[in-house]
């Protein structure tokens, strides 16, 4: 008699324990599903990497304004790069002094010194522009000077007027120049004359991308001649191809110690859009005669139109790619797939940048269908941004009771 009751009261205190531990088992909190990426954060387009016609022996850099840049080839110590400096004595006066699409700015009265320049600097075959004691010479005007007929008088023009001194104003540039991330540029004066200015093309190349953005330094940038107060004649611009098969800039630069320099932007059709490329020659040595400059636009010309066969439409993402999954003990995992293709307009081997945002999947999850929205996938290199939907390539449900009870 006793036998059976112990039996039934631990046959109930089992039971109550089967049941407490099921309670336990079931209130337990389930662990999070846990989200898996199987695509990296930085990839390449695939294939070869093009091959450009890169001067032998010469610096040289090619970017595309908004997808990437080309890279840099040949020497990349800095050298001097003559009137290329002058990029920045403009970009340094319009943000003094800006200039409005229809305005030519405050005048400047031209004094006997700037004659007494004018007439040494000529003497000693620079390039100048023509003043005359008295005259009133815009801000426009003197910008025209300073780019187009690439006076070195007009130079210290422009910096005694900014900067006080010539030296104090090359303390400006130099200062722009590490705001703007030039880290292998030092400015000796505001001509570019001095061989102690020097530079390399990603530089001034980075230099000359900031600057077109001002609308005038742009317009007087692709301007081929200029008319001078006082001539009949016209002062033309040293870089002949302006105007020129969609060459819209930007300054050209040629000393016996820089040799050739040629800074440029030209526009191009890439794959149905409308975009600048700028590049950089520095440094093309030729026969250390004006053939120096010649051969340093003909380097850039080169380039340029070598773009046109090399950049086109890649997919890099595929539609239905998996880019990772969602993994839950419970079930199988469930992968995460774009819902839609990303294109770039680049050429193979350019960079660019992968990132994957998803929503927080908690315990408490409910099921998720097959197709469902769950995040993002971002492409990224230069100003191009794609974004495409994340879909869950499966269902993914929450825990049941079954395995709530029987899990370990």
Same mark, same amino acid.
């Given at each position: 008699?006793?036998?059976?009751?112990?039996?039934?009261?631990?046959?109930?205190?089992?039971?109550?324990?089967?049941?407490?531990?099921?309670?336990?088992?079931?209130?337990?909190?389930?662990?999070?599903?846990?989200?898996?990426?199987?695509?990296?954060?930085?990839?390449?387009?695939?294939?070869?990497?093009?091959?450009?016609?890169?001067?032998?022996?010469?610096q040289a850099t090619l970017d595309i304004a908004g997808i990437g840049s080309f890279?840099?080839?040949?020497?990349?110590?800095?050298?001097?790069?003559?009137?290329?400096?002058?990029?920045?004595t403009a970009y340094l006066v319009l943000k003094a002094h800006p200039l409005g699409?229809?305005?030519?700015?405050?005048?400047?009265?031209?004094?006997?010194?700037?004659?007494?320049?004018?007439?040494?600097?000529?003497?000693?075959?620079?390039?100048?522009?023509?003043?005359?004691?008295?005259?009133?010479?815009?801000?426009?005007?003197?910008?025209?000077?300073?780019?187009?007929?690439?006076?070195?008088?007009?130079?210290?023009?422009?910096?005694?007027?900014?900067?006080?001194?010539?030296?104090?104003?090359?303390?400006?540039m130099n200062q722009e120049a590490q705001q703007l991330g030039m880290v292998h540029?030092?400015?000796?004066?505001?001509?570019?004359?001095?061989?102690?200015?020097?530079?390399?093309?990603?530089?001034?190349?980075?230099?000359?991308?900031?600057?077109?953005?001002?609308?005038?330094?742009?317009? #007087? &940038? =692709?301007?081929? %001649?200029?008319? !001078?107060?006082?001539? @009949? $004649?016209?002062?033309? +611009?040293?870089?002949?191809?302006? *105007?020129?098969?969609?060459?819209?800039?930007?300054?050209?630069?040629?000393?016996?110690?820089?040799?050739?320099?040629?800074?440029?932007?030209?526009?191009?059709?890439?794959?149905?859009?409308?975009?600048?490329?700028?590049?950089?020659?520095?440094?093309?040595?030729?026969?250390?005669?004006?053939?120096?400059?010649?051969?340093?636009?003909?380097?850039?010309?080169?380039?340029?139109?070598?773009?046109?066969?090399?950049?086109?439409?890649?997919?890099?993402?595929?539609?239905?790619?998996?880019?990772?999954? #969602? &993994? =839950?003990?419970? %079930?199988?995992? !469930?992968?995460?797939? @774009? $819902?839609?293709?990303? +294109?770039?307009?680049?050429?193979? *081997?350019?960079?660019?940048?992968?990132?994957?945002?998803?929503?927080?999947?908690?315990?408490?999850?409910?099921?998720?269908?097959?197709?469902?929205?769950?995040?993002?996938?971002?492409?990224?290199?230069?100003?191009?941004?794609?974004?495409?939907?994340?879909?869950?390539?499966?269902?993914?449900?929450?825990?049941?009771?079954?395995?709530?009870?029987?899990?370990?």
């Amino acid at each position: 008699m006793f036998g059976g009751m112990r039996a039934s009261i631990v046959a109930g205190v089992v039971a109550v324990v089967i049941v407490i531990l099921g309670i336990i088992q079931f209130v337990r909190p389930a662990p999070q599903p846990h989200v898996q990426l199987s695509i990296g954060s930085q990839a390449a387009i695939a294939g070869t990497a093009p091959n450009l016609p890169w001067p032998s022996g010469v610096q040289a850099t090619l970017d595309i304004a908004g997808i990437g840049s080309f890279g840099t080839h040949g020497p990349v110590t800095p050298g001097p790069i003559g009137s290329v400096a002058k990029t920045m004595t403009a970009y340094l006066v319009l943000k003094a002094h800006p200039l409005g699409p229809y305005s030519n700015g405050p005048s400047l009265t031209v004094t006997p010194a700037d004659v007494a320049l004018y007439q040494q600097d000529a003497a000693t075959q620079q390039s100048v522009m023509r003043v005359v004691a008295g005259e009133q010479l815009t801000e426009r005007k003197l910008l025209e000077g300073l780019m187009i007929a690439s006076g070195n008088n007009v130079a210290t023009m422009l910096a005694d007027w900014i900067g006080g001194t010539p030296q104090h104003f090359a303390s400006m540039m130099n200062q722009e120049a590490q705001q703007l991330g030039m880290v292998h540029t030092h400015y000796y004066g505001p001509s570019g004359l001095n061989p102690q200015t020097v530079s390399t093309a990603q530089d001034q190349v980075r230099l000359a991308e900031v600057a077109m953005q001002i609308p005038v330094f742009a317009e #007087i &940038a =692709a301007m081929p %001649q200029m008319t !001078v107060p006082g001539q @009949t $004649a016209l002062d033309y +611009n040293y870089n002949y191809l302006i *105007g020129h098969d969609g060459i819209i800039g930007v300054k050209t630069g040629s000393t016996l110690q820089a040799g050739g320099c040629f800074i440029f932007a030209g526009k191009r059709t890439l794959g149905n859009q409308n975009l600048t490329v700028y590049g950089g020659i520095v440094g093309q040595a030729g026969t250390q005669t004006s053939s120096q400059l010649v051969m340093s636009l003909t380097d850039g010309k080169n380039l340029l139109d070598a773009v046109t066969g090399i950049v086109g439409s890649h997919a890099v993402i595929q539609a239905g790619q998996t880019v990772g999954q #969602i &993994a =839950a003990p419970w %079930q199988s995992a !469930v992968s995460l797939k @774009t $819902a839609k293709a990303v +294109n770039l307009l680049g050429w193979p *081997g350019l960079s660019y940048a992968i990132h994957v945002k998803l929503k927080t999947f908690p315990s408490n999850t409910q099921t998720i269908a097959t197709g469902t929205t769950v995040g993002t996938l971002t492409v990224t290199t230069g100003s191009q941004t794609v974004t495409v939907p994340v879909v869950t390539g499966s269902s993914l449900h929450g825990p049941s009771l079954k395995w709530r009870l029987t899990r370990l």
